[in-house]
């Protein structure tokens, strides 16, 4: 998108230079054109994307929080799903109540809820500006994860000779795939890394796949935290959500999109929440359980305390069966060239352990009796751990957990 953008500026910059002053300004022309044909795009994507509401709820944050009818929600303009019958509560939850005393199940705070409530019958979604859409490198690609923003398994801490194939993206992540999974379970340490550049981002999440890259059809369930001030305006850690059944090319997109079914009328997916930790001071954490429902097949999603709807099984190839990998960590993507120094997590390395480093722990996977255990053994992979490190360890309370991120640019990185 950058680079769409600066070769235009290129081409801009070449035709003033080549030719004469009326080439300019036709040049000129076309870019004032571009920009309205942009404003125009970005009016029927709103469109699309913003349902009427019910009611509004302007959060301090600046966000616009609007109570949609749960039947007018953005997941049916699925094709998919135009037929979809509401699903409002999974007939299964692994373990029956939450097993580890440790995970915590108040609901997560957000930020609006500081102004009002959403009423039953509703579902609160995030407004989409307008200046939102525009902020992204391309109307079409609102919303969406650029192909290859995954880990390489491939490269691994074990081999950091191994070239960064992912340019931009950088992971440090932990990784399961020694059998068929039904879902997974964890809690991830909360905080809100500082970025180098707008439109870098940095993000701690997990991954439930199947399919593969190779075969065009990576299928992905993905939640987490995020900061990225292209998407959200801000520098504030957001709920996020992420599904694609094509390794990212046509399907998939952030949030509440076609797809996801939300059910639950207290949490806003794309929201702030808070508080975070801080270095060397109080650590905050959201649990996230995601499981496939054994009846239906639908993937649900509960953060905190609070059961938030599900991805239905329909709009997956591989993962309308089961899952092949499971992964838990974090990445900094950084679109310009060279190294950032957007933080990975709390922006220091795992080393410093508990309180500095952030961690993910309590790491569960779902088998396939339905029933959540560790998983047996994790792969650790990032791509230059100069910059961003991750490292594994078992303990009674924290079951397998991980410590990861890192500050990228210092004096050994690159
Ligand atoms: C929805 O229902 C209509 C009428 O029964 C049917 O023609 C259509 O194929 C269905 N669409 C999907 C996606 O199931
Ligand atoms: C798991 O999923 C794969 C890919 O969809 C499928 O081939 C396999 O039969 C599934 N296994 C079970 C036990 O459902
Ligand atoms: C880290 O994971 C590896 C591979 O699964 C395992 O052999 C090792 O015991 C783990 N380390 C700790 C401290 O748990």
Not at 75 to 92: C, E, G, V, W
Not at 221 to 238: F, H, L, P, T
Request: with cysteine; net charge neutral; aromatic share 10%.
């Amino acid at each position: 998108m950058a680079a769409r953008a600066f070769c235009l500026m290129a081409l801009f910059v070449v035709a003033l230079g080549f030719h004469h002053f009326m080439e300019g300004a036709v040049a000129a022309e076309n870019m004032a054109g571009r920009s309205t044909r942009r404003r125009r795009q970005a009016r029927n994507l709103l469109r699309r994307l913003n349902k009427a509401p019910l009611a509004s709820i302007q959060s301090p944050d600046g966000d616009i929080i609007d109570c949609v009818h749960i039947s007018k929600q953005p997941a049916f303009d699925h094709p998919f799903l135009k037929n979809h019958t509401i699903q409002m509560r999974p007939s299964y939850h692994p373990g029956g109540l939450d097993l580890n005393p440790n995970i915590a199940l108040h609901p997560i705070a957000q930020t609006w809820h500081q102004n009002g409530q959403c009423p039953e019958n509703t579902i609160p979604i995030l407004r989409t500006k307008e200046e939102d859409v525009l902020r992204a490198s391309s109307v079409r690609r609102y919303g969406k994860k650029r192909p290859r923003s995954i880990p390489n398994l491939v490269s691994s801490v074990d081999d950091p000779a191994t070239p960064n194939v992912l340019i931009g993206h950088q992971h440090a992540v932990a990784s399961t795939w020694q059998g068929q999974y039904y879902g997974t379970s964890t809690v991830i340490n909360l905080w809100e890394p500082t970025l180098e550049r707008p439109n870098d981002f940095s993000l701690a999440q997990l991954w439930i796949t199947g399919g593969s890259y190779a075969g065009n059809d990576l299928n992905t369930i993905e939640a987490g935290w995020q900061v990225s001030q292209s998407m959200y305006g801000d520098k504030n850690a957001r709920l996020f959500i992420y599904w694609t059944s094509d390794a990212y090319q046509k399907t998939g997109c952030y949030n509440l999109c076609p797809g996801f079914v939300q059910t639950n009328n207290q949490i806003a997916i794309g929201g702030s929440i808070s508080p975070v930790s801080t270095y060397g001071g109080s650590q905050h954490d959201i649990s996230i359980l995601i499981w496939k429902d054994p009846q239906g097949g639908n993937w649900w999603l509960k953060v905190g305390g609070s059961i938030l709807g599900y991805w239905p099984s329909s709009i997956f190839s591989y993962l309308a069966d089961n899952a092949s990998v499971i992964m838990w960590g974090g990445e900094v993507y950084s679109p310009d060239a060279g190294q950032t120094s957007t933080q990975m997590g709390s922006g220091h390395f795992p080393e410093e352990g508990f309180g500095k480093a952030s961690y993910i722990k309590n790491i569960q996977v779902v088998d396939s009796s339905n029933n959540l255990k560790s998983p047996n053994g994790v792969g650790l992979t990032t791509e230059q751990p100069n910059c961003y490190n991750v490292q594994n360890g078992t303990n009674s309370d924290w079951g397998t957990y991980i410590y990861y991120g890192g500050p990228g640019k210092n004096p050994n990185c690159p």
